[in-house]
T-cell receptor, first 115, second 112 residues
């Protein structure tokens, strides 16, 4: 059973608002990820981190930013939300064993709607 | 680069039908292969995985065999249930330091 938590699960906010999506895991995993999932189901990696103070941009360009000050916490922030940011955001983590085959564990997702 | 191609859905089956969802990959070296499942309103969860050629992953009646010669990892289940309705993602990992690469997902609907 994965112990990775995302809040809020559902959020509707107005254009121009700042929003932070929270993600925490209690498994001590070094690696954490943010994926954006569009209505057509495809997953896009937008940010990842391989440890404290390490962050990288993913395959899909995103106006969001992330930080990794603590191992267990990987928040994602949108400084000024726009309707194009409406999507589901999935946080994930995996152990760092330096090998392939590491399972990625996902949170339940945060559904963001910008009006 | 690394990539995963899986059959497009949606796939609609009657209960107890046989399921195959095709997945092929492109990668250098010896990747690990995964199937994840996403039930409505939830995040993804690992269904099964295989870490080397000829390995068979299995879970909940689903199976997939890592075929290096055909670069495939097709998902199968002999008799689907309504509760199997979900989106299924094939994925690969080609090193410990690169994120998983996902396919685009295949939506399965099982009707009673």
């Amino acid at each position: 059973e994965a112990d990775i938590y995302q809040t809020p699960r559902y959020l509707v906010i107005g254009t121009g608002k700042k929003i932070t999506l929270e993600c925490s895991q209690t498994m001590g995993h070094d690696k954490m990820y943010w994926y954006q999932q569009d209505p057509g189901m495809e997953l896009h990696l937008i940010h990842y981190s391989y440890g404290v103070n390490s962050t990288e941009k993913g395959d899909l360009s995103s106006e969001s930013t992330v930080s990794r000050i603590r191992t267990e916490h990987f928040p994602l922030t949108l400084e000024s939300a726009r309707p194009s940011h409406t999507s589901q955001y999935l946080c994930a983590s995996s152990p760092d064993r330096g090998l392939t085959g590491n399972t990625i564990y996902f949170g339940e997702g945060s559904w963001l709607t910008v009006v | 680069g690394n990539s995963v191609t899986q059959m497009e859905g949606p796939v609609t089956l009657s209960e107890e039908a046989f399921l195959t969802i095709n997945c092929t990959y492109t990668a250098t070296g010896y990747p690990s292969l995964f199937w994840y499942v996403q039930y409505p309103g939830e995040g993804l969860q690992l269904l099964l995985k295989a870490t080397k050629a000829d390995d068979k992953g299995s879970n909940k009646g689903f199976e997939a065999t890592y075929r290096k010669e055909t670069t495939s990892f097709h998902l199968e289940k002999g008799s689907v249930q309504v509760s199997d309705s979900a989106v299924y993602f094939c994925a690969l990992s080609n090193s410990g330091n690169t994120p998983l690469v996902f396919g685009k997902g295949t939506r399965l609907s099982v009707i009673a």
